[in-house]
């Protein structure tokens, strides 16, 4: 006797198939096979063999996860395998189905009730018809049941669920390409808060955070362990450690580095290991430098050293010409100081009884003029 773990209904509820050797099911390939569940006869989908200790895993993990309706494990009987007959059949339940939701909408449309129609599903022999809906509050649908089942001639189920079970049966495509995981493999909800998305330091954009269904992503509580255990080590995010060279802004986690992206006074966004964080609040809080700013200040250090060498040798050499200028110009200026002033060569003045000579008259040049034969 083996215990297989196997697939059913619409919503993805699990259950375990005790299915003895003798009666030749194996799983080389995908098969269907008819269960018994407590909703009534049903086609399932045997995923494989589960250990005991796999089993009391799948109990434990799906307890935490409460449905009003329908429990999301439970133990269900294994009838046959599937042959063609069953598989047709479990086909055109699916086309029928179709068409049984548009006519309970267009019926509740008559009622004028507050609730959403989201999907039908029949059971495998027809005697049940399960109507999924939402609705915010208690809805009276006595009426709206006799005329379903006058209607389709078969017991009516009402089961109502909640925002994310209609994004888990309609199914869809998310954010991130790839098929919701509430539609795909993911079997119950976990509670997500606004506090997870802080601590992970996410955008605060709805639009950005938000799944299909409307609410938190379901992923936002994939890592919520591994940052609530890092936050624990830490202080809360965006927390500032105020200096005198400015504040110091706790950021981000990098899960991956196990690293604390720390927003330093001069704007930089500096990875600091968690491990070296204590030593690094302690270093700042005495007014040091750390990382790269230290490395930066050592270098500004440095050349500001070697600015003030530069300037301090151009003044010597500065000083030292002006004293070789001095001492080379000292003799010349003693010799010149000792010899007597030469008389000032000036204009010579003309007696005042000369007469002024007339300016000499430039003659004209004349063209000779050309002799005529006579």
Avoid at 52 to 71: G, H, I, V
Wanted: charged share 35%; net charge positive.
């Amino acid at each position: 006797m083996k215990t297989y773990l196997t697939i059913f209904g619409k919503p993805r509820y699990l259950g375990f198939a005790d299915i003895s050797e003798g009666e030749g099911f194996d799983l080389e390939r995908p098969k269907w096979a008819v269960i018994r569940t407590s909703r009534g006869y049903e086609m399932g989908l045997p995923g494989g063999v589960v250990t005991p200790e796999q089993q009391m895993m799948y109990r434990r993990t799906t307890a935490k996860f409460d449905d009003s309706t329908e429990a999301m494990l439970q133990d269900v009987d294994f009838v046959r395998e599937a042959d063609a007959e069953d598989i047709e059949n479990y086909y055109n339940c699916r086309r029928e189905e179709e068409e049984a939701l548009l006519v309970g909408r267009d019926i509740l449309a008559e009622y004028n009730l507050d609730m959403k129609l989201v999907d039908v599903e029949y059971m495998l022999d027809r005697r049940r018809l399960y109507f999924y809906f939402t609705a915010e509050q208690r809805v009276d649908f006595r009426e709206y049941v006799r005329e379903l089942a006058y209607e389709f001639r078969t017991r009516i189920e009402m089961r109502q669920i909640g925002i994310r079970d209609e994004a888990r049966i309609v199914q869809g495509i998310a954010s991130c390409g790839r098929p919701c995981c509430c539609g795909y493999w993911l079997r119950g909800f976990s509670p997500i808060s606004i506090r997870i998305v802080k601590e992970q330091r996410s955008a605060l954009n709805p639009t950005k955070i938000s799944g299909l269904c409307g609410r938190l992503m379901c992923c936002m509580s994939y890592e919520k362990e591994i940052y609530s255990e890092m936050w624990s080590r830490l202080p809360g995010p965006g927390t500032k450690i105020k200096t005198e060279h400015g504040a110091y802004i706790l950021e981000s986690i990098d899960v991956g580095q196990e690293q604390v992206n720390i927003r330093f006074p001069t704007g930089r966004l500096i990875p600091v290991a968690i491990s070296e964080f204590p030593d690094f609040k302690e270093t700042v809080l005495r007014g040091e430098e750390w990382g790269e700013d230290k490395e930066m200040a050592e270098k500004k250090r440095k050349a500001a050293e070697r600015i003030a060498a530069i300037k301090a040798r151009a003044e010597r050499l500065k000083s030292s010409r002006l004293k070789v200028n001095a001492k080379s110009l000292r003799p010349k200026l003693e010799k010149k100081a000792d010899s007597p002033k030469p008389k000032s060569k000036g204009k010579s003045q003309k007696p005042a009884n000369a007469e002024a000579s007339p300016k000499p008259r430039h003659r004209k040049y004349r063209k000779p003029q050309q002799k005529t034969e006579e």
